[in-house]
């Protein structure tokens, strides 16, 4: 079975400029998530999806971020204008959510690390 | 404030030994746990998780014990290979907290040969 599969695996962008990453769940989970890493830290949640739904982007900076899950599968991130600080690694995460069950194991892609010059 | 919380930055073991990964937690609402393996330019992979309703859940190499008494959870992996080396993050949710995954620091392991 594939995995999360995010890309591009790695951008290099210069201030100011647009980006995008997109990732495709795994095939049958309902629930999308993005997450931001710096290193020496945990996962950050920026937004979680349930289906088409953004059911969580409290943690998203809604100024410059964006997402977008048409369908409820496919999904991308947006970063317009990106700054310095927005350097990190952006994870996609996914899971299958069963009503009535509350626990439940998330799966990461590779990531896509971003650098802001 | 940091809910979760792994307090040893690093860690390195003999391969063939045991290595020992603790967490521990300050949210009494915490009622899933897992532990996640990550490599350099790669996302955290899940490895093992626990309910509270248990306190060991075993799954080959790894163990995950659970001593909610003392909101502290480890994992155990027996016997420590060099495949191993990686860094291991503590994450744990509530059911009543919309499911959000609260992450820890994590764990630098380094198994050497």
């Known amino acids: 079975e594939a995995g999360v599969v995010q890309s591009p695996r790695y951008k290099i962008i210069e201030k100011k400029q647009p980006v995008a990453f997109w990732c495709n769940p795994i095939s049958g989970h309902n629930t999308l998530y993005w997450y931001l890493q710096n290193l020496g830290q945990g996962p950050e949640l920026l937004i979680r999806y349930e289906n088409e739904e953004a059911v969580d982007d409290s943690q998203l900076p809604k100024d410059r971020f964006s997402a977008e899950r048409l369908k409820g599968v496919d999904s991308t991130l947006k970063i317009q204008p990106a700054e310095l600080g927005d350097s990190a690694v952006y994870l996609c995460?996914?899971?299958?959510?069963?009503?009535?069950?509350?626990?439940?194991?998330?799966?990461f892609g590779p990531g896509t690390r971003l650098l802001v010059l | 404030d940091q809910q979760v919380k792994q307090n040893s930055p690093s860690l390195s073991v003999q391969e063939g030994r045991i290595s020992i990964l603790n967490c521990d937690y300050t949210n009494s609402m915490f009622d899933y746990f897992l532990w996640y393996k990550k490599y350099p330019a790669e996302g955290p992979t899940f490895l093992i998780s626990?309910?509270?309703i248990k306190d060991k859940n075993e799954d080959g190499r790894f163990t995950v014990f659970l001593n909610k008494s003392a909101k502290h959870l480890s994992l155990h992996i027996v016997p420590s290979q060099p495949g191993d080396s990686a860094v291991y993050f503590c994450?744990?949710?509530?059911?009543?907290?919309?499911?959000?995954?609260?992450w820890g620091l994590g764990t630098s392991l380094a198994v050497n040969p």
């Open positions: 994450a744990a949710s509530a059911s009543g907290n919309n499911r959000k995954l609260i």
């Open positions: 626990i309910s509270s």
């Open positions: 995460a996914s899971s299958l959510v069963v009503s009535g069950m509350y626990q439940e194991t998330q799966y």
